[in-house]
């Protein structure tokens, strides 16, 4: 470690000492805190936008170290720390949206009935928890409150398996063992790689709109009519829920659903447009909606050949309602975003693992059918994802487990193996429905614009002609020297919202 401090220390003074250090420095500030940021070459010419016509053009051999240096966007913060950062801030404006309107989402939202719900994943086998009965500490964030004994239990005895179906440890926050089966064996990993993939939501969305519609019926509510985007007249229910929804992985590997569920109106002339429901339909009328739904939501998944019956997929027991913005908590529409939005910068890390998409070379490093419990969780991804073809029924599979003969159908399963780096979940980590707020887009679009605007080049417009050469800083005392300086740049912006903060309080005091 010494060696390679002093070569990074060595290569940042050659760096500084360069007559165009400065100019090297503003030349990368756009990625400057990237990790790994994206190198291209190419051309890049300014064009009139009215006009077309060329101003100027350069390539890339003219510009510092032959390049350009583009952010590369990563939103795990285990990857790139300050890009994770950028989308943590997006993803906290698209949720803060749609709860209190801005950025092309009327304000008019704010007055909307809004729930926050929590959908568990169901029990695949007793793991290592840690229970607080009851909270004494002042802040959950920093708490030391003792915790009780993981499964205590005196007559447990031992599981099928020989190993002992009770644990009387304490468990600290940060200890390995939490979230780990107490059999692996008696754990059902298949289940559990199901369940991940499984389109429980969509189903429980539909019940939701179903319930809410029975409920207009039965309190006399006439439906509208409303024109598609086709020409067709519908008559639809003048309730609709808008949702915005967020995936978060446990330690034992399942993903847990927050969802902010928001009731709006119909225009009968203006589908698209977002008005306030009706009068008739409340909060309430959402929240007894979401319980019937996730009780009497159940699929049963297609057949494969190591059950042919299928899976059930439903939710757990914990369904957590909550209701923002009625003054009957501390559940406020700021801290509900910022809640959500930490899970942008988040993946698979809570568990353990972190990895790219796994291949036929790669998957061995990490699925084992005899390992542990995050290698079994693999190896039932890349197992009940395997393509059907004909085979032996003692043939191996690519990690060591020996299956019958599979038909020649498609398998719909498939999709575990280009998931299996995620447990088995491929969906983003978070997703909404088209009317509830903005977009990831719109937030990039308005940036782009503020940025050409801050370096007074409006009237012109560049157009690249790049190509991709490589990824990360060329030298280690490159990035000590680009991510110091882009770190000395947000602690500047920080200092002057808060001088520009406290200027305007002193204002409105002395009036």
């Not at 913060?77 to 309107?101: H, K, M, N």
């Not at 009770?166 to 600290?172: L, P, Q, T």
């Not at 790689?193 to 709109?209: D, H, M, P, S, Y």
């Not at 542990?372 to 991804?381: E, F, G, P, Q």
Request: overall charge positive; glycine content about 8%.
């Amino acid at each position: 470690m010494p060696t390679i401090a002093a070569g990074r220390d060595a290569q940042a003074l050659h760096r500084a000492a360069t007559p165009d250090f400065f100019g090297w420095l503003e030349h990368t500030r756009a990625a400057a805190g990237c990790s790994r940021p994206i190198r291209l070459t190419g051309t890049l010419t300014a064009v009139e936008p009215g006009t077309g016509r060329v101003v100027e053009q350069r390539h890339t051999d003219e510009l510092p170290d032959r390049t350009l240096y583009k952010a590369c966007g990563n939103r795990r913060a285990a990857q790139c720390p300050d890009c994770a950062w950028v989308y943590a801030g997006d993803a906290f404006q698209v949720v803060r949206c749609g709860l209190t309107g801005g950025k092309t989402v009327p304000t008019t939202v704010a007055r909307h009935p809004v729930v926050f719900v929590t959908f568990t994943a169901p029990s695949f086998g007793p793991v290592h928890h840690r229970h607080i009965p009851r909270h004494t500490c002042a802040d959950r964030r920093c708490c030391d409150c003792r915790p009780a004994p993981c499964h205590a239990r005196r007559n447990a005895g031992t599981c099928p398996h020989g190993q002992p179906a009770a644990c009387f440890v304490r468990h600290d926050a940060d200890d390995p063992q939490l979230g780990r089966p107490l059999c692996l064996d008696c754990y059902d990993h298949d289940h559990q790689a199901v369940w991940n993939a499984g389109e429980l939501w969509r189903r429980t969305k539909q019940a939701i709109e179903r319930h809410l519609t029975a409920l207009c019926r039965q309190r006399g509510i006439r439906l509208v009519r409303v024109v598609t985007d086709s020409g067709k007249v519908r008559r639809v229910p003048p309730v609709r829920v808008s949702h915005g929804k967020v995936a978060e992985m446990q330690r034992r590997g399942a993903v847990h659903f927050h969802v902010l569920l928001r009731l709006d109106g119909v225009d009968p002339h203006d589908r698209h447009a977002l008005v306030p429901p009706l009068a008739g339909i409340t909060a309430d009328d959402l929240d007894a909606a979401v319980h019937a739904a996730a009780r009497q939501i159940t699929v049963t998944t297609p057949a494969h050949p190591d059950r042919p019956q299928g899976w059930p997929i439903a939710w757990g027991e914990q369904v957590d309602v909550r209701r923002i913005g009625t003054g009957d908590g501390d559940v406020t529409d700021g801290k509900v975003a910022a809640y959500l939005a930490k899970y942008a910068t988040k993946s698979t890390e809570a568990t353990g693992h972190c990895s790219t998409r796994l291949t036929p070379d790669t998957v061995d490093a990490y699925a084992d059918p005899e390992g542990d419990h995050l290698a079994r969780l693999i190896d039932a991804c890349w197992r009940l994802g395997r393509p059907n073809h004909t085979r032996s029924s003692n043939t191996a599979t690519p990690t060591g487990g020996r299956q019958g003969d599979l038909d020649s159908k498609p398998n719909p399963y498939a999709g575990l193996r280009r998931w299996a780096h995620m447990l088995g979940y491929g969906g983003h980590f978070l997703t909404k429905a088209r009317r509830y707020s903005i977009t990831f887009g719109l937030l990039r679009d308005i940036r782009a614009t503020y940025r050409r605007a801050e370096d007074d080049t409006a009237d012109t417009i560049t157009v690249g002609a790049l190509t991709f050469i490589g990824s990360g800083w060329l030298t280690n005392g490159d990035a000590l020297l680009a991510n110091t300086a882009a770190a000395q740049h947000r602690e500047r912006q920080r200092v002057g919202r808060e001088e520009l903060a406290h200027e305007a309080w002193l204002t409105g005091a002395a009036a």
